[in-house]
């Protein structure tokens, strides 16, 4: 069939360009199959918090399938170009539409076949390698792979449609074709899309009621629709602006001639023109890609590293019993006695009596019992003698006065309302036995009052005894303390917080998930890298022939690299500025995620942050020095 | 002195360890200022490699050339394309304008690359577009004009700078006779005007604008015609029966 001939000619014989096609469509191919192997393939499910990671998951798929379609699209219009002057030629020579939509078709499912093939075996190789080597790096154990047919033929229909779409997009590009106008379109530099300003505010629209949704959105499994919606908005609102920025940032650089005639930005800024909007879709493509390694890092490392946080929060002691009676002698003897069979000695007993956290909201330093959707902390008091006991101090107080305790000195004001009472506040950093009851979610405050009346009256409720010790011992005869004593108490489990058992369980806990996010990130940025490389080779075999002209001109090699470095150079930092601003508004969503497990600690997410944003923009440079290389290698060859 | 001498130029490319193509075996040849050289020759014969090493965009294997007193032949790579900037103009078969730069911009290139300031590039195309007639065509696109138009933008390019010697490989290759007369008739204006030209050509039509036609064959130039104080049409005519000989010979030392 000659369709075929043609079709399979033109893929062999544009390599320069087919190749790298091939190559982009094969990475979102194997992006993809991971994250549905990692859905499908995996225990997921059942392991703690199986079903937020799941929806994690479920979100970063419906990302990337999104950022995918967009990318091979675009990708596709360069390589069109090429094909549309040889359609031209073709239909000079005889072929009518049928047949040119034949070729075309043909040479899609060319695309497709390989594409997919090639992307499956990656994936299926990197997902199996990855997995198995964070499994001995992280020492997380939990999570275990199969092969099933599932998430393959999953990706294999993702793509199917995508490729279909693409397809049609191409026919519908033939509608009026005329040999000659086919021919000439293949040099045509691309224009600026028609009511840009229109199109840039309405990205803008678009990106900033995606911010929006995020951020207004309360982290819960039920926002999840939300989410994707969100998600949905930033990618279509990246897209816009940074094809339509990025034309209007270089046509103001063109019309600035003291810049523009110069020979490295002459060059630069005409090639980046020329190609304005492949070039934008490129640079959001980027930005997205280096946006989602950000958050599934930062998400990742924040909760393992918040994890202590959370530890110390719920006890600083070794054994902490709350309990709503007094221990008495029975169970006394029953502890000291099961201690010295399990061979640790307890140490340091303290004991004290507090009234029952009140749940409530804080606003202007006024204090207002609830239960809703507002409710953040839970005030608990104790009279002075108690505090200054425990903590070896020798605080004096008034009446109206008070000391306050707040985990990480979250509370700031000056004086507290409560009741229609108003109290000095002197903040206190240390207290050794602070608990959370039940260990809720909301963040307890401890107010501690001159005499026992007064905490009465500040938190007029039932009094808890709160019992704590540290052992002394091997690790897991503590650990084996902790985790009997409930039974041999006959106590409530959440009434018994043992930090040796909790460490466990937060281990595997957030082990998951620091075991995802790195999958992740890691997946991420190998995508980063070679979608750069993709739009560098790319670009190199289109500027190719364009060098060689200017070299003939007088153009030294030494000044092609310059141009090379300028054209590089120029928008080189914009993914990374919008990767960061897009960080910026997904900050405050992992913040809600984080509060729902007590886990945000300002400090911890701002330096995590940090670190991640100065690796990531290491890692960048790295790849686009090296992937400069590469172009600078095609020019010049 | 000439405006370009070249003695005994010898170029070989080596295919492989052992094929050698002879493309030139000895060339002499010298250019005064002002004239106008065609030179001619079958496919193959070399002519293209001539005008390269002229264009310092190739090297020859042996002899020397040299330009307005400056050896060509063994200039660095930077400083080959400083002076192909500062000396050369090029017009192509092909035209070889690039789709990225409007035409204006395309005319500009070599200034730019000198690193002209942009108040002197306006001054130079505005009495070269005039002559050359290319004013409405500026602001488009190379892909949006006509192959003569884009010769005619490729002329302009090679003239900005105001170069010594404006150097052209069959620049009426791609186009049909009314197109090829106008730019002749340019090149003979420009010529007229003190501009220094070689060009390649097939045609003995576009050779007959010249005031001299080399022949080149088996590597060497073969023959040389003076155009003198004939018209035109008596020079065509020697032209065309030059070649004619030159094809006969071939025939019977075959
Ligand atoms: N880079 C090269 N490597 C090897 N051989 C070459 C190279 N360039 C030219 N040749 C050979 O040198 C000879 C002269 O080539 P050249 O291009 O100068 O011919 P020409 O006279 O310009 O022909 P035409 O009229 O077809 O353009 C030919 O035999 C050609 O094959
Ligand atoms: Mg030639």
Redesign the interface.
Known sequence: MIQFKLAYHHLVKNKNQSLPFIFSNTIWVAVVYIFLAMLYDTNLKNISFGAIAVALMQLGLGFVILVSGLAIIYAEQTLSKQRTKELGLYSMLGLNKHNLRQVIGIENLLFYAISTGLGLIIGITFSKLSVMSLRVLLNFEHLHQTLTIKPIAIAAIIFAIIFLLLTLYDFWGLRHINPITLW?KA???ETVPKGHTFLAITGLIVLIMGYYISISSRASLSAFLQMMVAIMLVVAGTYLIFIIGSIVFLKLLKQN??YY???KN?IAV??M??RMKQNGAGLATISLLCTATLVSIIASVSLVAGQNNLLNLWSQRDIQIVSTSPINLVQNEQITQFASKTNISLQSRRQMTVTMPTNGELKNNYFKANNSLKTEVAISSLDLQQYNHIEGTHYHLADDEILLYSPDNTYQGKEIIIHGHKYKVKPVTSFNTSFVYNHSTYKPIFIIAKSQAIAQKINPTPVLYVTSFNTVGTKSACKQFGEKLPNLLNADPASITSRFVIKDLFGSLFGGFLFIGVLISLVMICATAMIIYYKQVSEGYSDKA?YA???????????TRKAINSQVLTVFLLPIVGAVINLAFALPVLKNVLSVFSMYNINILISVSFICIALLITIYMLIYWATTAVYKQIIVS | MSLLNLKHIKKVFTEGNTNQIVALRDIDLSVEKGEFVAIMGESGAGKSTLLNIIATLDQPTSGTITLNQTDLSHLSEKDSSQFRREHLGFVFQSFNLLDTFNNRDNIFLPLVLSKAKHEFMIERIKPLSKALGIDNLLDRQPSEISGGQKQRIAIARALITQPDLLLADEPTGALDSGNSEKILQLFNHINHSGQTILMVTHSAEAASYAQRTLFIKDGIIYNELYRGDQNRSHYLEQIINSLAALQSREVTSQ
């Not at chain 1, 002209?549 to 000044?559: A, D, K, Y």
């Open positions: 000439h040099s045509k530099a001639e003291n005639y110069k020979p002459f005409a090639n023109l020329f364009n002209i200017m070299r003939q001109l007088g153009l030294s090699q030494q000044e």
